[in-house]
Every structure is written in C-alpha cells, then in structure tokens.
C-alpha cells in the first residue's frame, strides 16, 4: 500500500455542524453577494480582531492587491521583491506598472530596505514589499525612505495574518497592506482577501472600486472592478474567527517542533522572528546550506519519494519569469540574495491538524541525509 500523501498544508475548517446555521441562513434570505448582513458582519469582526482602522473585503487576495495600486492611482515603477509569488508581481503588471525588482535580506528574506533608496528613479511612484512567510519587512525604515521621496507603500501581507510587531499588527503599517484569505493561508475562506487602510474616505474609494466603481444605481466614479466577498466566504469568515486562535496555537506548536528537531543539523538554518514579534506558523521555511550533504534539490526529491510535498516557495524567483526577466532589474547579478536562496529554500509542511509523529518523521528525514 503506498503511504497517504502528506501535502505542504491543509485548509483548516471548523465543524460543519457549526457553519450550517450560517448557510441555513443565506439560504432563507437569498442574500448571497453584494455587501449583504454577513459581509458586514464580518468586515466589522475582522477590523476589531486584528485591530485595525478599515478592512474592505474582497474575493480573493490577487484582486485586492490589483485594486490597491488602483486605490492610490499607482503609476509608472515600483520598487518591489523578486522573492514571492506570482501575484505580487502580476498586479502591477495588470496595472501598467513596471516592477523594478531589488534584492533581498538573507536574515528575512524581505525586501532590503538598505538597497531601495538607490533603485529609486523620477518614474517611482510607490514601494510593494512582502512579509514573505509572516516575517515583518523593516518597517520603520521603509516608511522614512517612502516619506523623503514622496513614496507611496504597499504592503503584500498575504502572508502576514494575526503577526504582530511589539503588540502592534503588522498590517497598521504603510498606506495600505493586502491579506490573502486563501485555502491555503493561515486564515481561510475558500478564496477571499482585504485590504486594510486607514480612514473612512479611502475605504470608500475601495468599496467602489471593489463594485465596478457604484456609488449608487446611477453613479459610476470610476473604473472599478468585481472584487467582492460573497456571503458564503464571509460567513465561513466570521466562523473561522472564533477558532483562528486555536489554530494559530497549533501551528505554532508545530514549528517549535521542527525547530527543536532541526537545531543541530549542519548545513540546515530555520529563520528566526525577531524580538517582539508574535508569529503565525503559516510556512516553515528551511535553507538547505552547502554543509549540507544533500542539495537541496536531492533532499526535495526524497521527500516526494516518500509522497511528502514539500514545496520551494519561492522557486523560481518571479524576475526569471518569462513575463519580467528582460526588465534590466531582473538580471541575477542585481540579485544574488534572492538568487541564492531561490536555491536553498525548503517549505516543509504545517498545519493545524498535522499529526506531531509525521511533524517527526519529516525531521528525521531531513536529519539524516545519509
Ligand atoms: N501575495 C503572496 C505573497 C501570496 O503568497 C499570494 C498567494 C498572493 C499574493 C495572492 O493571494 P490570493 O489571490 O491567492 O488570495 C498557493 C495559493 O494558491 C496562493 O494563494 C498562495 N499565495 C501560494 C503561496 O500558494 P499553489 O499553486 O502553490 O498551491 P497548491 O494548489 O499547489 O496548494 C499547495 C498545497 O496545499 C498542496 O500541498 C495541496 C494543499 N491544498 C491546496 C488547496 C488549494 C489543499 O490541501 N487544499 C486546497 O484546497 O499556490
């Protein structure tokens, strides 16, 4: 019999039981999409959990980040990572924007703040960094260099859902910051997505835009787009809440697992959060050094001999893309962080409801290579 396969992360979901109401509910009312009770429910529910000033909800995280470059009238080049998915980079290609891709740190794998000033150019408009696995970008840093040259800053924070910095989100940082609530992230409604911003009237320029543009029945101000939440994502939204702490919890227990596990062994290094930083356990990233006696390509293809899918987030790095690698910027002699740890980057699996004995299994594979 071959053995289950063990994926890279399953959604968390709470008991049906406890979201049958919820669909009883929509199914009476007929209110299925369009800002109805759940949204709104939710909307309020997640702006007070994460304490933040505004979320505007949206259908997934892709059109929320698209929508946020729209939001502040984004033009001409951004400054951004090559080290994330594909979506990052896509939105501001579907936008008309021209990614100007800078290197990034070998301790968190974001955006090198030290390397921005110099990528600036009268055509700069905005920075987009990524808190790639929940890790926090130098923030304070990243917001001065925006303020001296008149920046605006987008955070991708796709990753990033319930970490805080010193007790405070990660997500009041910049003008605006994009959450993913994708099957596959540590807060899930299927598909869906945010943003979060910080006053009354930005969020209402969201919402319209969200909604083709509608003010009202007759009044389009602008080009918008369909980004909404149905009523079914925001209801699962709102249950999720009440169990996303517990899950949090589990994920988090898991890491210290791996970490424990994987301390000692030469050539492997597990980043580490910062002080003050309260994590979320949504990747558990590992770098696969030369001390190392597999590559960490030998040490990918042993786990997926034994149906372990391990992933290389982010293999390969979003400038050698067809799409971007011509852009001058793109040229791995600009990036040799990013391009070095492309090819040592392991994601190894982390889940609420990953059993501890395959959370040890998975060690002792990568604890003896030999
Ligand atoms: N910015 C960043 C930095 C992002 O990482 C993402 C998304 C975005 C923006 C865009 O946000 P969204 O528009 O997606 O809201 C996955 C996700 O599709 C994607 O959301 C995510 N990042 C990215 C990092 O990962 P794939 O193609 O690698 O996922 P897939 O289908 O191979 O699944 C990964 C694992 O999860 C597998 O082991 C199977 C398991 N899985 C997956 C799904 C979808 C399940 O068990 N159940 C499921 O329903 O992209």
Redesign the pocket.
């Given at each position: 019999m071959p053995e289950q396969?063990i994926?890279?992360?399953?959604?968390y979901l709470p008991p049906l039981e406890e979201f049958l109401p919820y669909l009883e509910e929509i199914w009476a009312s007929r209110r299925l999409t369009n800002g109805g009770p759940f949204h709104q429910q939710f909307e309020e529910a997640l702006r007070q959990y994460l304490g933040v000033p505004q979320v505007c909800l949206f259908a997934?995280?892709?059109?929320?980040?698209m929508t946020a470059l729209q939001a502040l009238r984004i033009t001409g080049e951004v400054i951004t990572t090559p080290y994330?998915?594909?979506?990052?980079t896509h939105?501001l290609l579907w936008n008309g924007i021209k990614p100007v891709f800078v290197d990034i740190r070998r301790d968190t794998c974001n955006l090198d703040e030290e390397l921005v000033e110099a990528a600036i150019t009268p055509r700069t408009t905005a920075i987009l960094p990524?808190h790639?696995y929940g890790n926090p970008c130098a923030s304070l840093r990243l917001q001065q260099i925006a303020d001296s040259y008149g920046l605006k800053l987008i955070y991708?924070a796709?990753?990033a859902f319930g970490v805080s910095v010193d007790r405070h989100s990660l997500l009041e940082q910049g003008d605006l910051a994009?959450?993913?609530?994708?099957?596959?992230?540590v807060f899930n409604t299927?598909?869906?997505?945010a943003i979060i911003c910080h006053d009354a009237k930005l969020k209402q320029r969201i919402d319209y835009l969200k909604n083709f543009g509608f003010a009202d029945e007759v009044t389009v101000v602008a080009p918008g787009i369909n980004g909404k939440m149905s009523e079914f994502q925001a209801a699962l939204g709102l249950l999720q809440l009440k169990h996303i702490d517990q899950a949090i919890a589990a994920r988090m227990r898991i890491d210290r697992r791996y970490r424990d596990a994987l301390a000692s062994v030469a050539g492997v290094r597990c980043l580490v959060a910062a002080d003050g930083v309260k994590p979320n356990g949504g990747y558990f990233p590992i770098l696969i050094g030369s001390e190392y006696p597999l590559s960490r390509d030998q040490l990918y293809d042993r786990f997926r001999s034994r149906n372990i899918?391990v992933?290389r987030?982010?293999h390969p790095l979003i400038s050698d893309l067809p799409m971007y690698r011509g852009i001058a910027s793109a040229a791995p002699a600009n990036l040799p962080v990013a391009t070095s740890i492309a090819k040592q980057i392991l994601c190894l699996?982390i889940?609420p409801d990953l059993d501890h004995k395959v959370v040890d299994r998975i060690s002792e594979i990568v604890c003896s290579p030999y």
């Open positions: 396969p994926f890279l992360t399953r959604p997934n995280g892709t059109l929320a980040l994330t998915f594909a979506a990052t939105a990524v790639c991708d796709a990753h994009m959450l993913s609530f994708h099957a596959t992230k299927f598909e869906g997505g899918h992933r987030y982010f699996p889940y």
